[in-house]
């Protein structure tokens, strides 16, 4: 199964993909991480990155792609969920034409939608432990009684104008591009208010509904 999960910062995509890869054995590929891990091992791709990165400079796409074919590569372009990619239009246009190369189509595109307001609800309730990098939120996942009120930290880019502005990003940069999987890939946009078991089971009829390959063996 070959998966990518959409949609705005603070909608759900981790939460719903680590549901996703424990339900169907996936590997869960997440831009971020291999950010961190490509830079820890100094690859030369995570060298290139960092060039850009120690000048102050954004990593193009083009490095960013090259962090995802080897990813994609080493585990046979297949049985993956991506999470966080693609965010840009030339991204978009890079992964299909890989799969296209190398005869691997997307399964699905999921694109979780809720309200930019609910989003910027939901993320300023966030606080790190500033110490183990736990991330807690106040109503959902509050923090253990017996942690120290002072290891407690409201990031700044959890405060609710820094929330507004990234979604103002994802707006202008990442949100077109679903008019791109709309035409070239299976694509559905469902709900994404609600238990977290509520939401799975909505991308779960969306997955069935699109036809991906596996689904049969958990209808």
Same mark, same amino acid.
């Given at each position: 199964?070959?998966?990518?999960?959409?949609?705005?910062?603070?909608?759900?995509?981790?939460?719903?993909?680590?549901?996703?890869?424990?339900?169907?054995?996936?590997?869960?590929?997440?831009?971020?991480?291999?950010?961190?891990?490509?830079?820890?091992?100094?690859? +030369?791709?995570? %060298?290139? #990155?960092?060039?850009?990165?120690? &000048?102050?400079?954004?990593? !193009? /796409?083009?490095?960013?792609?090259?962090?995802?074919?080897?990813?994609?590569?080493?585990?046979?372009?297949?049985?993956?969920?991506?999470?966080?990619?693609?965010?840009?239009?030339?991204?978009?246009?890079?992964?299909?034409?890989?799969?296209?190369?190398?005869?691997?189509?997307?399964?699905?595109?999921?694109?979780?939608?809720?309200?930019?307001?609910?989003?910027?609800?939901?993320?300023?309730?966030?606080?790190?432990?500033?110490?183990?990098?736990?991330?807690?939120?106040?109503?959902?996942?509050?923090? +253990?009684?017996? %942690?120290? #009120?002072?290891?407690?930290?409201? &990031?700044?880019?959890?405060? !609710? /104008?820094?929330?507004?502005?990234?979604?103002?990003?994802?707006?202008?940069?990442?949100?077109?591009?679903?008019?791109?999987?709309?035409?070239?890939?299976?694509?559905?946009?469902?709900?994404?208010?609600?238990?977290?078991?509520?939401?799975?089971?909505?991308?779960?009829?969306?997955?069935?509904?699109?036809?991906?390959?596996?689904?049969?063996?958990?209808?």
């Amino acid at each position: 199964m070959r998966l990518i999960l959409f949609g705005p910062p603070g909608a759900g995509k981790g939460t719903q993909a680590r549901q996703l890869v424990e339900r169907f054995h996936l590997k869960q590929i997440s831009t971020g991480d291999l950010f961190r891990a490509a830079l820890r091992d100094e690859t +030369p791709v995570g %060298l290139e #990155a960092k060039g850009y990165m120690d &000048r102050g400079e954004l990593v !193009p /796409d083009s490095v960013v792609n090259k962090m995802v074919e080897e990813a994609l590569g080493a585990i046979g372009n297949d049985h993956y969920i991506l999470d966080g990619f693609p965010r840009t239009t030339e991204q978009a246009r890079w992964l299909l034409g890989y799969l296209d190369e190398h005869d691997a189509p997307l399964d699905a595109v999921i694109s979780l939608k809720v309200d930019p307001e609910l989003i910027v609800q939901r993320l300023s309730r966030r606080r790190t432990d500033k110490e183990t990098g736990a991330i807690y939120h106040l109503d959902f996942n509050p923090p +253990p009684a017996d %942690l120290p #009120a002072d290891r407690l930290v409201h &990031r700044s880019d959890d405060q !609710p /104008d820094a929330i507004r502005t990234r979604l103002g990003v994802y707006e202008a940069d990442t949100r077109p591009l679903a008019a791109i999987f709309e035409q070239e890939a299976r694509f559905a946009e469902i709900d994404g208010v609600g238990e977290i078991d509520e939401v799975q089971g909505r991308i779960m009829d969306a997955l069935r509904t699109l036809g991906a390959r596996g689904i049969e063996a958990t209808s």
